[in-house]
Every structure is written in structure tokens, then in C-alpha cells.
């Protein structure tokens, strides 16, 4: 049974401080989600990756395969960026294993 | 294009009444997801969907808890004699190529409340 552990559970920065959101996971996979859940509830989702490394403005994920880690990464952090981030596995059948999230509060 | 679009946003029901939430996924989705989160917990995964087919449910309860997505029309989750424990946000996603190969788009959630 795959485990999806993220850390840390909790993450309170300044505004203008790189944050680094760290997700590991005990079984290989065929892809993992990053995904940002707002204060209201929603879900959006910010990358899938299956190996290296992506980036979307001030976003940075990273995969390791070998070490089952994944890490993602905001550069000069906004507190529009305050929000839960949540790490999720899939293999190759339908299910995705979801990670416990980390909420993240960024101040001014 | 509109987005993954969910119904009710919020649904209030007495214990042993019905729920029914209603999904629609983007337009070109065939892929269609559902996930509780209970308050306070993470993401739980529940039912995969293609067209008329329940490819996974693993994460759905055996009993009173079902799902559907027709040739035509949303897929409907559709919980039947609500308790106090079904209580909780249920989102769907939808994906072109399934969440290995594809990103997911998720709905804005439908938030049962049960009395």
C-alpha cells in the first residue's frame, strides 16, 4: 500500500522567502500531482509529473524516481500564494493516494 | 471551454434522505474522478468513470453509495439513506487521458450537510 507523507504540516513564511514543500511516497508510481487547495475549498491543480522537474511562473516541482520524492518549490512567495498544498501519487490503475496537504500562510 | 462544472455547491439532508451530486466534466473528458474530503481530512479517492463505465471503485463504500456517468448527461454520485458521517465536500475532477497520463480539472466540490 502506497504511504504519501508530506512535510511539514505547517509552513509560515515572510512575504518575499523561497518555500520548499517536501512529499515522499513508499511505491513506485506512474505519476504524481501537485495541487493547491484555497481557503474556499477549491482545488486547483498546478503540475503532474513523472520525472525532472517543471516550472510555472514562480513554481518549481521536482521529482527524484530513485529516492520516491518529490518536492515543490515557490520563489518570492505572495500571500495570495497562502493556501493548502497537497501532494498526490497514482499508479496505473485509477486511483490517486492524496497526502495530508501542508498549510502554507504567507505574511506581509 | 468551461470548467469542470459541480451541483449543488451545497446540499443539506436530513439523516436517511437521498443526496444526489451531479459533475460535469470539461468539454472532451471522457475521465471523470470523485474524492471526499471529510472536515478536517485529507483527500480520499471514491470512483473512476469513463463514458458508461466504472473503471475503479475501490474507495467507495460497499453499501448505500453509488455512481454513474452516462452516454449523456453528468456523472451522478448519488448516496442513498444519508448519516451524519456522510457529512463532508465531495469533488469531482475530470482528465482527456486519465490522471497517469493527464492533468486533472477539478470542480469547485459539492458541500453535504447532513442533520
Known amino acids: 500500500k502506497n504511504e504519501v507523507e508530506q512535510s511539514p504540516q505547517n509552513l509560515t513564511a515572510q512575504e518575499g522567502e523561497f518555500i520548499t514543500i517536501n512529499c515522499s511516497y513508499s511505491v513506485g508510481i506512474s505519476a504524481l500531482h501537485w495541487l493547491q487547495q484555497h481557503p474556499g475549498g477549491g482545488i486547483v491543480s498546478l503540475f503532474m509529473l513523472s520525472s525532472g522537474k517543471k516550472k510555472h511562473g514562480r513554481l518549481i516541482a521536482t521529482i527524484n524516481i530513485q529516492e520516491k520524492h518529490s518536492s515543490l518549490h515557490i520563489t518570492a512567495s505572495h500571500p495570495r500564494d497562502s493556501a493548502v498544498y497537497i501532494c498526490a501519487t497514482g499508479g496505473s490503475q485509477g486511483n490517486l493516494i492524496f497526502g495530508k496537504g501542508t498549510k502554507l500562510s504567507v505574511k506581509p | ?115
Not at chain 2, 470548467?3 to 444526489?20: K, S, T, W
Not at chain 2, 471526499?36 to 473512476?48: C, D, H, I, N, T
Not at chain 2, 463532508?88 to 447532513?114: I, K, M, Q
Request: proline content about 6%; charged content about 25%; overall charge positive.
Open chain 2, 1 to 115: 471551454n468551461a470548467g469542470v462544472m459541480q451541483n449543488p455547491r451545497h446540499l443539506v439532508r436530513r439523516r436517511g434522505q437521498e443526496a444526489r451530486l451531479r459533475c460535469s466534466p470539461m468539454k472532451g473528458h471522457s475521465h471523470v474522478y470523485w474524492y471526499r474530503q471529510l472536515p478536517e481530512e485529507g483527500l480520499k479517492f471514491m470512483v473512476y468513470l469513463q463514458k458508461e463505465n466504472i473503471i475503479d471503485e475501490s474507495g467507495m463504500p460497499k453499501e448505500r453509495f453509488s455512481a454513474e456517468f452516462p452516454k449523456e448527461g453528468p456523472s451522478i454520485l448519488r448516496i442513498q439513506q444519508v448519516v451524519r458521517g456522510d457529512s463532508a465536500a465531495y469533488f469531482c475532477a475530470s482528465s482527456p487521458l486519465g490522471h497517469s497520463t493527464g492533468e486533472l480539472f477539478f470542480g469547485e466540490g459539492s458541500r453535504l450537510t447532513v442533520l
